[in-house]
């Protein structure tokens, strides 16, 4: 089973910041926090993965509470284009065995 | 770099019969892992390679098996097909060090009749 919870669907504008929510607490203390996303017909694709920190890349921003009980993902302007579906998985450090949960279907609208 | 590319894009296969999907992993990767995706239930894994060697395996029947060279290109093969194996069978690569992400290629999807 997904180690994670996550609302089934969220909307947002286009240019607007999407925040993707995550509940994970049962996480370990080994355990990362790694974001996928699924655009119809194609493979999951990698987007950010965090330990503690916070972490920033040119797609996404990953904020983890001090906890590590939950998480948010950050898309800081969307696009029609970020329309898909979000997985948050966490799992250990050489993580090819993910646990996919059912996601987050994300409506970017104009 | 190329990404993971997997092939055929599309097969459509009889009931009982077998199918080989192909896979190549991106340069330099050495960690190949497949998995199944349905309406469902979603994403499943099925088997981890790594090194010609099978790491990890999923909750799958005997009739699922892999394998993979020693140019890392991997293989999956599925045995005496039913209905249900119709689904999209993804490959992805890692570089298989502490926190490498998986990187997807865009399945093969493998309908059953």
């Known amino acids: 089973d997904a180690k994670t919870t996550q609302p089934p669907s969220m909307d947002c504008a286009e240019g607007r910041a999407a925040n993707l929510p995550c509940n994970h607490s049962t996480i370990s203390g080994n355990e990362y926090v790694y974001w996928y996303r699924q655009i119809h017909s194609q493979g999951p694709q990698y987007i950010i993965h965090g330990l503690k920190n916070n972490e920033t890349n040119e797609m996404a921003s990953l904020i983890i509470t001090e906890d590590r009980k939950s998480s948010t993902l950050i898309l800081p302007h969307a696009t029609l284009r970020d329309t898909a579906v979000y997985y948050c998985?966490?799992?250990?450090?050489?993580?090819?065995?993910?646990?996919f949960g059912t996601g987050t279907r994300l409506q970017v609208t104009l | 770099k190329a990404g993971v590319t997997q092939t055929p894009r599309y097969l459509i296969k009889t009931r009982g019969q077998q199918v080989t999907l192909s896979c190549s992993p991106i340069s330099g990767h050495r960690s190949v892992s497949w998995y199944q995706q349905t309406p469902g239930q979603g994403l499943q894994f099925l088997f981890e390679?790594?090194?010609?060697?099978?790491?990890n395996k999923g909750n799958f029947p005997g009739r699922f098996s892999g394998r993979q060279f020693s140019n890392s290109r991997s293989e999956m093969n599925v045995s005496t097909l039913e209905l249900g194996d119709s689904a999209l069978y993804l490959c992805?690569?890692?570089?298989?060090?502490?926190?490498?992400?998986?990187?997807f290629g865009n399945g093969t999807r493998l309908t059953v009749t």
């Open positions: 390679y790594f090194s010609e060697t099978q790491r």
């Open positions: 992805a690569s890692s570089l298989d060090r502490n926190n490498s992400p998986l990187h």
């Open positions: 998985i966490v799992e250990t450090g050489t993580a090819s065995k993910l646990t």
